[in-house]
């Protein structure tokens, strides 16, 4: 039997803003043992950080508090305890890395300053040169190259990988017995995010410090936990070891979750959708051609601003697209894939190039021109937050457009159009009256999706729409995306980071790297057995659920 | 179904309606509104000479006599923007032809200035035996103009408020006279003429300006961009004070010229605003949207990027009203505003430059400025409040 050393019990957090109290931990109750990772998973607004920030104690006073439980850490309750030994726990017993490496480094000091600083103030005997000695250690541990001299470097001088390695060094420079991981890959690309989590997995087996690891990606979770807990509007509603809750689901609501996960869905995937190229579009005229595209951002310098170099977001792209057909387009963050779909829709100049859409040539058109096109061809964007206009009803939003195009012959009929997308979308004809900040991020989605589809285009282009989502509404997207295919004959370009996503949903596979196609081809034979090296790193670095042995 | 009917109205007829919804909006409305009253009426309000009499049997208007240009037009546009509001047209084309009669009104008020020169009144006439032996006769509630110095009584000047009333005497003074003088009250009301035009005029003028020149600098970007900041920062090296003083010294000082000088002179601070908003606004994936939706340049830029931008520009604008008029006082304290024609700053420093100090010189029109001031910052910020529907919806305004 190992030894707990957080032992959580009937913990409640109720949240206080000032018109209603919101129990946002309702009753949660687990241990982590000493050498062992715990890993909360569940969807956003499940309570999975609120149970992390009450552990270390860091949500604010007045608007937190908690009616009942405890909290054990090495037998001494949490919830007890002053300020003053709070923050003598904090840091050196208890560590916390958060999500975004970008937001937190202060990008003022080196990181060398950073991690010394943390050590100085645990260990305030420390001088000077065993504090530097220490931190360059810790740097070592977390394998960044050269540490010695990264020390004096400046976090944006960092990539986001490196970062989130600095704040792992800085979490482990005090050596804790307790780490709190909130999302910590999350904003990271999968090979990174690969890299990142074995760090993870081989300092805790050299140093035996616990881990209390928050994520909502059952990949990560299979990867990582000795222990899952599976959270739902504040309640834990299952926990267990990671064979058992990923195998042997109990509770529906976690059967419901590992069911939306694209990579089960692929396996449940109804043979009739996925539809492979018949001969008719074979034969026909790709509706989007690409020859050679180029997007180059000038870097300029000096007074004069002279072009010294040029940042070469797309480089001699080519690329047909059959109608009907939903290709995906993967790659990693900064790889080019975004400014490659705002280029076919002309929203970015190409530099050089052809751009044919239907057999006519799209770029170097005027605004005037381009006119009668944009309604061929639209795009939903990735971020539900500002997607939509948020000074303009649902009804101004989707009319406007029409109007312009054309599309019905007076407002009434195009508001009855309008409610009928949206109706497609699965929500409601009074959303119409509606303004964006009253809906879900996931009924964003879909608004944006209706606004794309009201122009009834023939080619869409989705930009990663759906990473910002919890996994259950990503997966109705897709269905839903599905069966537009399905309905209109429609073409897909979608742009995404998720492999899992493509393997369910895309029939051809587009990977970039650096500006550049990698490798392309048919999903089930890019995907299954890769031709190139990235591809192939790509893929091995995606985490599966399949649990390793 | 009452929610579809209000959504339906149209855009800025909806702004309108949450802004006077607005917590102290309606204070705000009923200072500005009996500021608007005052200006639009006030030759009937505060004159020397009687409404209506009746001589020898005839009735006779000596008002209407008097009444200068500049005062037809006001009333004119005044009710035709009344009547705009009754009769039932469609709310665009209203609001249309409310602007036009309102620029209609300014042109006639220019071209009168400039082709006949001011006509003299000696009002100490109007207490004479031809206008005060009648059969009976309607006096304006303040019978005193502002120009009117009280000579045929003699020595009347800085009289506190009433103090002649107390003395037996046939003058009631409400705020006292000044040191010419004249009624108090008589030059508050024609000088909320000045301060309502000036404050409007000057500051529609700059955000006119502003908005266009700002918008095509933070869409375009690039090299409009840089021409744009180019002119915006020879437009910030001009001192206001000192082009209006040249000028002033010039061509004599003209209230309308200071609206357009300070108008012309101040646009680029709204222009930094909006360039500065707009920068942000176009990379925002609903202005990508309307990109890609193929909307026309003028929709993506007013309807769906400036209402999104505008919330600095209407707190800069209120204080734009209140600097405008605080120019024109400036201006008059240094002895180079207008003349004979009464306004709120030249009163203030008529207290400051009299020996002793007069309280009633200084409370009523520092304490007009202040509420002007005031009511324009609650609009704008009520304005604020209904353009942004988050705050709207929570605050319980549909």
Known sequence: ?549 | MTKQQISQEHLSRRLLRKTLNGPGVSFALFWIGTLVICAVFAPFLANSMPLMMSKEGEISFPILRYLRTEDVAVLAAFFTIILLWVIPIKFKFRVNLALVVAVLAAVVVLANLYLKPPQLVIYDNFRTAAYTEVDWRVMPPIPYAPQDYLRSYGGTGLEAPLAAEADQQARIHLMGTEENGADVLSRMIHASRIALSIGIVATSISMILGIIIGGFMGYFSGIVDMLGMRLVEIFEAIPTLFLLLTFVAFFGSSLYMMMVIIGVTSWSGYARYIRAEFLKLRRQDYVQAAVAAGLPLRSILFRHMLPNGVAPLLVAASFGVASAILAEATLSFLGLGLVDDPSWGQMLNQSVTSANFNWWMAVFPGGAIFLTVFAYTLIGEAFRDAIDPNLSRAAGVQ
């Open chain 1, 1 to 549: 039997m190992p030894a707990s050393l957080l032992a959580i019990s009937n913990l409640s957090t109720y949240l206080n803003n000032g018109t209603e109290l919101v129990k946002a931990v309702d009753g949660v109750s687990f241990t982590i043992n000493k050498g062992e990772t715990f890993c909360l998973v569940g969807e956003s607004g499940s309570g999975k950080s609120i149970t992390a920030l009450s552990v270390i104690r860091l949500l604010p006073y007045g608007i937190a508090s908690h009616p009942s439980g405890k909290i054990l850490f090495n037998h001494q309750d949490l919830l007890q305890v002053d300020e003053a030994s709070l923050r003598s726990i904090r840091g050196s017993q208890i560590a916390m890395i958060f999500q975004e490496p970008m937001t937190s480094l202060n990008p003022v000091f080196t990181i060398g300053d950073q991690i010394m600083e943390a050590l100085q103030l645990h260990h305030p005997e420390m001088t000077a040169e065993a504090a530097q000695e220490r931190a360059i250690q810790a740097l070592e541990q977390v394998q960044m190259p050269n540490s010695r001299a990264r020390m004096q470097d400046f976090p944006h001088q960092l990539s986001g990988g490196q970062r989130q390695r600095v704040m792992i060094a800085m979490a482990l420079a005090c050596e804790p017995e307790l780490l709190i991981a909130d999302e910590p890959t999350t904003a990271l690309d999968v090979t990174v995010q690969a890299e990142i989590l074995r760090l993870m997995r081989h300092l805790q087996t050299t140093t035996g410090m616990s881990m209390l690891f928050i994520t909502h990606d059952f990949g990560v979770v299979a990867q990582m936990a000795h222990q899952v807990g599976v959270m739902q509007r504040g309640k834990l509603v299952e926990v267990g070891l990671v064979e058992q809750v990923l195998n042997r689901p109990q509770h529906p609501y976690t059967h419901q979750l590992l069911e939306a996960v694209p990579e089960n869905l692929a396996r449940h995937k109804n043979p009739n959708l996925a539809k492979p190229l018949s001969e008719k579009h074979l034969i026909a005229e790709p509706l989007v051609q690409l020859r050679h595209v180029n997007v180059w951002f000038p870097i300029k310098k000096g007074v004069f601003r002279h072009v010294v170099d040029h940042n070469k977001a797309v480089d001699d792209v080519s690329l047909d697209i059959a109608k009907g057909q939903i290709v995906a387009l993967v790659g990693e963050s900064g790889c080019g894939k975004t400014t490659l779909g705002r280029a076919i829709l002309q929203l970015e100049k190409p530099t050089s190039g052809s751009i044919k859409l239907q057999g006519s040539e799209l770029v170097g058109l005027s605004a005037r021109e381009m006119r009668p096109w944009r309604a061929k061809m639209q795009m939903v964007f990735q971020d539900p937050q500002s997607s939509l206009n948020p000074r303009l009803l649902i009804e101004t939003t989707l009319t406007e457009p029409m109007k312009i195009h054309g599309i019905g012959r007076s407002h009434e009929e195009r508001l009855v159009l309008a409610g009928q997308a949206l109706e497609r979308m699965q929500l409601k004809p009074e959303h119409l009256w509606r303004y964006p900040h009253e809906f879900s991020g996931g009924q964003r989605q879909r608004i944006g999706l209706a606004r794309a589809l009201v122009l009834n285009p023939e080619f869409v282009v989705c930009d990663e729409i759906t990473s910002a989502l919890d996994v259950s509404v990503q997966a109705e997207i897709l269905q839903l995306l599905l069966d537009l295919r399905a309905e209109r004959d429609l073409t897909l370009l979608f742009i995404t980071h998720n492999i899992g996503v493509v393997e369910y949903l895309s029939d051809q596979t587009v990977v970039m790297y650096k500006g550049r196609i990698v490798e392309l081809g048919p999903t089930a034979a890019v995907c299954g057995s890769p031709q190139q090296d990235y591809t192939k790193k790509l893929l091995a670095a995606v985490p599966r659920l399949s649990l390793k042995l």
